[in-house]
């Protein structure tokens, strides 16, 4: 059964308002020293503090601003917010699609 939505509102797919983006399994060191970024896995979505760095660039970047879920697992389900560096493999970042800001 489909509710009714507030006027001037409307349906849409969640996949033409939001970018989900996966993120890989990297290199990972276990201090931070210059040149690295941390690395975003389950554990930083619930304590927002960064124990892993990467020096590998080939990633998916997260930038405060971006929501993050985790994905699979018993932890799936988990969000973050505000956290910066390589997204994990087991986590995925959403963005809103940015013509749809305009255009829903």
Do not use: H
Request: with cysteine; net charge positive; proline share 3%.
């Amino acid at each position: 059964m489909q509710k009714t939505l507030p006027k001037g509102w409307k349906w849409v797919k969640l996949g033409d308002v939001i970018q989900i983006d996966k993120g890989k399994k990297m290199e990972l060191l276990e201090s931070y020293g210059e040149n690295l970024t941390p690395y975003i896995g389950i554990d930083n979505l619930r304590t927002n503090q960064y124990a892993t760095f990467t020096k590998d660039t080939n990633g998916l970047l997260c930038i405060e601003t971006a929501l993050l879920i985790a994905l699979d697992g018993a932890n799936a389900g988990t969000i973050g917010y505000g956290l910066k560096g390589y997204v994990g493999s087991t986590i995925a970042r959403l963005r809103p699609v940015e013509e749809s800001i305009t255009k829903y």
